[in-house]
């Protein structure tokens, strides 16, 4: 995928260069680009069916509730392949990835609508029958694996699993993320694909466990706000970071706030997202 997006090797003789970026525009558009002569269309059809279907495996499996979707999306037999076939075809023509690693490539299907986006605000119409959710749903899949792949560890920032959550600084473990969607990504499906977002945000907690595997919460705004001030603003003790909290939300009696606050604290350390307070 790597050389499909970046051409040849530089160390190549000129004319090998030049074969090589023609083989590689073909594979990536065999629609609109021709393949360099000499190569005959039964090795080129494999080369097409190799790249192609390792990158469109490759997304399946990063992105399964798209993938299902866009399999009922199909609107009887077309040449070009089905509504999943087609978003897959449009990416691997359209994206030049920044990595060689296939771990990243969901990455890298993230980066494409990311552009895409950014080109439909700017005023440029590339495919109306996209639905307005598909890169937050593609964000919420993508982030699972994210999660699951990442380095981060609770022992990366010195800390004390049983400090004061008042008096000492509360630590967000560094593999408890909150999320804010306009769309209700964890709700989407075959099933339900909502037209219009609702009137208030999708808050979500994603945490990877204990044994690996990535558990999905939703969130109080309160408590999302929280888990945002603890990682905006680390130097904080808890009740600092409390009673700035009861002032945003306009809290009537701060006091009463900030023991509903302190049982916050302690139940997000009971479950893991709060590892306990940092250390000197």
């Known amino acids: 995928m790597s050389d499909l997006a970046h051409g040849s090797d530089t160390t190549a003789p000129p004319s090998l260069a030049a074969e090589q970026d023609a083989l590689a525009a073909h594979i990536r558009d065999p629609e609109r680009v021709p393949p360099p002569p000499g190569i005959e269309e039964r090795r080129l059809k494999i080369y097409r069916e190799l790249f192609f279907n390792n990158v ?3 997304l399946a499996n990063g992105f399964p509730v798209i993938r299902r979707i866009f399999d009922t999306r199909n609107e009887g037999a077309r040449d070009d392949g089905t509504a999943w076939t087609r978003l897959i075809r449009a990416f691997f023509r359209e994206h030049g990835c920044r990595t060689p690693l296939f771990t990243e490539l969901p990455r890298e299907f993230m980066r494409w609508l990311e ?3 950014e080109r439909e605000a700017a005023g440029e119409v590339l495919d109306p029958s996209q639905p307005a959710w598909l890169q937050e ?4 899949e993508w982030v699972e694996l994210a999660l699951q792949l990442s380095d981060a560890g609770p022992d990366d920032i010195a800390h004390d699993p049983d400090g004061d959550l008042l008096d000492g600084r509360p630590l967000l473990s560094p593999l408890a993320w909150p999320l804010a969607y306009a769309w209700p990504v964890h709700t989407i499906g075959p099933e339900h694909q909502p037209h219009t977002p609702p009137d208030i945000p999708t808050l979500l907690l994603l945490r990877r466990e204990a044994g690996g595997e990535v558990s999905f919460h939703a969130l109080t705004p309160l408590t999302f706000r929280l888990l945002q001030r603890l990682d905006e603003q680390p130097g904080l003790s808890g009740r600092e970071q409390l009673l700035a909290l ?13 023991v509903d606050g302190a049982g916050m604290l302690a139940q997000l350390r009971a479950e893991g997202t709060v590892l306990g307070t940092r250390r000197e």
Request: glycine letters at 8%.
């Open 115 to 117: 552009d895409r986006a």
């Open 56 to 58: 469109e495996g490759l």
């Open 137 to 140: 749903l593609a964000h919420y």
């Open 246 to 258: 009861a002032t945003e939300a306009g809290a009537p009696d701060p006091a009463a706030f900030l």
